[in-house]
């Protein structure tokens, strides 16, 4: 199946049907977006005005359209994209993105539409996302056919019923330094559901995590069987708890929200991480792309602020993290190495007159001691992202800093080492990577 | 009491004892910070080798000050601080700051040291914040004697045993444009203590709500008393929940952490709202301070966002609201003047192409029908600070809008509209502003 969906991440040519040249249209938007983030192939308007868009001249209707185009994205009133669809289908065009909404959720007739659309693309064999979607940004083929314009790359697939939803995630991600591999808008699921995204993320080499925001699965057989398959890890959001939750999901997309209870037991089954908030969801997604799974539980908190340590400590313990005492010849050797102020304990305080230099000397000397050495830098500590080496088995959480937390917080991400913005985050997310 | 801290947050003219030249060094920076602030009297920098500090030479000795300082800020060794305290009572000063650490938490000898620092301030009527703490910031008097330099005036007081939990949270509060009314960094609590600080900013009138992080009440008695006559609304953030985290929290700041359970029997009775991360002290103290509480529970959500707006009402149901159906004279109204497209109900979804107009026109249509009005703005709206009015009873979360998100949270706030980056957050935090 996966195999199916490469001409909607990897297109040659793309065509935006409904392309505009009024910036408040979406239609102008998503074209500019396109043209924006890069793309390195066509990017060919369609309009039938034949309106100028940024420089180039729309072609007036999809049957214009040349071969060779494998792409396109639609966004147009939702009564004309059935017969567009066939017409794609004749120029052989093998993906399309419906961003137009006016199908399953908006009633009777929307729904009439949305199955005569998916019966054409089937026939003509085009994969389908959306519709009434945000589309799909893949910033490893320069590929933002969404909004807003996002492009940094990183290692976390989002997949969301939701776009805004998906649009948040790979926002803070992209703020955080840390970016995203993709970011996909579900939207009503006509053909493209999250069995297929799995699958397909499951191969894709930039992707390390799929973090997922459902309201329902659509296809229970295919999605325990994408799931089974699936080596990498998945975290899931799924929304609809009570009851008028689930009934305003079952009108968003005409999900079957289905009983929670349900969901929360085969989630645990497969092996799922379920996230309760989104931040959750982004955090867990975080910890499981960019910190690596600790060997066991004993954990060694190194802190510049007792009061954090403290919060991380009784987080950590719940959580069933251990924060054991210094081993003797630790301790013994950390009490040469630094000043005497410093508490020599686990939690080991640094105290607020450290600085980066005193984090290093610790975590050398620390070495082969515990599973995991979570760092909190509280207070501004400048030069905290030269002496933290990336891909180590390390926590960070970083706050209190103000300018210089953001600027070392950014620096110590574009080197791929997480830093969470509480201790509690932080280690909550690194839970996510421990086998109890 | 709280008069007697009058000259802590009020004061006239500022000795920094143990202010340096050197800018890696503390006594450098919180003169500095004490300056760049604004402070709008005379700040007088103190040290042994008269150096030129700023552009100010410095008084050899506190017994070279003249008499009128009314606060000193000390960042000098511990075993100097109790003799120079006696120096500082015969000029008459009346409140002190004591940044230094190496007091009771770092041992027998720094015990023993802070109980002759606490005589000695308590035989000179001066009071005493600290020792081991970093300082007093107060932007309504322009005083920043801390770190780092945050000078947004709000309505949040935050008193913190830590300092980095205290200057995470005014770094949050300015970063989102709402600012704080006063940061009080407690250390070690030689002498000024939570209950001190409650009883002054009941008082104070600047202050909306006031936010603790404590890792353990130091004098029961006068908690409770001060929290008794205390007519605003108090959250505590109280660390120590497990063993090994109350163990750290007693040797952090020789805190009597106890029973987390007899705090948690108190704090219900006393009415203060708990909070159970950094994130949710922040959160409830800002919806305490800046959305009205409503008068009932029934909401009603307006959103761009279907997946958020579901979010929303699962927490929402969770925390004690009702969601409840539009009634019909309602519905009716808002089916005439929204689009075809959007979805009339409660979540009410005015879809993806929403502007802000058409959250103002809801806005209009429903006031008087529900207790509290959440708006849910998703994706990039321009606008939304414009039609949002301040002062009514509104909740807003704003998501997935990337830099257009960015501006208009900030315009947001500064009109005093507080924004939640998240539905949950959002709807957690008014749940404190509901009787349930």
Known sequence: MSSSLRPLFHPTRIAVIGASANPEKMGFQIYRNIREAGFPGEVIPVNPKGEQILGTTSVKSPGDLREGIDLAVVIIPAKLVPATILQLGERSVRAAIIISGGFAESGEEGAALQEELARNAARCGIRLVGPNCQGVNYPYHNLCASWPLITRRGEMAIVSQSGTVGAALIDWASEDGLGFSAFVSLGNRADVDEADLIDFFADDPNTKVIALYIEGVKDAAKFLSAVRKCRKPIVIFKAGRTERGRQAAESHTRSLAGSDAIYDGVFRQLGIHRASTLEELYDFAKALAYVPAPPGPRMLIITSSGG???????????????????????????????????????????????????????????????????????????????????????????????????????????????????PERAVRALAKRLRL
């Open 308 to 422: 954090s340590a403290i919060i991380a400590t009784d987080v950590a313990e719940e959580e069933g993290f251990s924060v054991v005492p210094l081993p003797p010849g630790l301790s013994g050797r950390l009490r040469e190495l630094l000043p005497s102020h410093c508490i020599v304990g686990n939690p080991l305080d640094l105290t607020g007159d450290t600085d980066a230099e005193r984090y290093r000397t610790v975590l050398t000397a620390a070495e082969g001691y515990y599973d995991v050495v979570m760092s909190i830098f509280g207070d501004p500590i400048p030069g905290a992202s030269r002496i933290m080496p990336p891909g180590r088995c390390d926590l960070v959480a970083y706050l209190g800093g103000a300018e210089v937390e953001r600027a070392e917080r950014r620096l110590l991400q574009e080197k791929k080492v997480a830093v969470f913005p509480t």
